[in-house]
């Protein structure tokens, strides 16, 4: 069974704003990722948030966790062009392998 | 030079053929996956191999079969290709720790057509 659920499915952009995306899961987790995928390339790591972490920052890219609420955010401050992706969070059940949400696809337009 | 290389980056082939996919990594790490992304986007887990050692095999018809020469190799061999087999096929490797707690690296992808 699928446990990310990312919201919104899509986003649309101005550069210079900045874009949240939203992710939602069912169970108890250890970790959550977040990811980028561009066109016709492979998914890219982003940040790795452990349980007992309630929020990360890398470069441009804020990640809070709520464990509460079984939910994470991503933020990017000043959004380019280059940041058109599609963008996935990624939970561990404990013992087995990470399982990836539908994504958000961002579009930022110059 | 690239991390985690598969090869070939398109296959179109016919429906009922067996095709292969080659996935090598060059980061030392002994964790290696692969995954099957469908055109909505969704990826999938489908088996992951430790210092050779399969430690993950979802729910996947057993047509598919992996092979793991060693840490560095996983390839995927798929017998009697069907329509739904089409999608995009990715190789990642990790370092090995508890699943799901160490970032994962990703080849570019496989993409399959079945005609």
């Known amino acids: 069974s699928q446990q990310g659920e990312e919201d919104p499915q899509a986003l649309s952009i101005q550069e210079g704003e900045n874009a949240t995306m939203n992710c939602s899961y069912k169970t108890s987790i250890n970790n959550l990722q977040w990811y980028r995928q561009n066109s016709g390339r492979g998914l890219v790591h982003l940040i790795l948030i452990r349980s007992n972490e309630r929020e990360k920052h890398s470069g441009r890219l804020r990640v809070t966790l709520d464990t509460s609420k079984k939910s994470s955010s991503l933020l990017i401050t000043a959004s380019r062009a280059a940041d058109t992706a599609s963008y996935f969070c990624a939970t561990d059940q404990a013992g087995t392998a990470l399982i990836f949400g539908k994504g958000t696809t961002l579009s930022v337009s110059s | 030079d690239t991390a985690v290389s598969q090869t070939p980056k398109y296959l179109v082939t016919q429906m009922g053929n067996d095709k292969s996919i080659k996935c090598e990594q060059n980061l030392g790490h002994d964790t290696m996956y692969w995954y099957k992304q469908d055109s909505k986007k969704f990826l999938k887990i489908m088996f992951s191999?430790?210092?050779?050692?399969?430690?993950i095999n979802e729910t996947v018809p057993n047509r598919f079969s992996p092979k793991s020469p060693d840490k560095a190799h996983l390839n995927l061999h798929i017998n009697s290709l069907e329509l739904g087999d089409s999608a995009v096929y990715f190789c990642?490797?990790?370092?090995?720790?508890?699943?799901?707690?160490?970032?994962?690296?990703f080849g570019d992808g496989t993409r399959l057509s079945i005609l």
């Open positions: 990642a490797s990790s370092d090995r720790g508890a699943l799901g707690n160490q970032p994962q690296h």
């Open positions: 191999y430790n210092n050779k050692e399969l430690i």
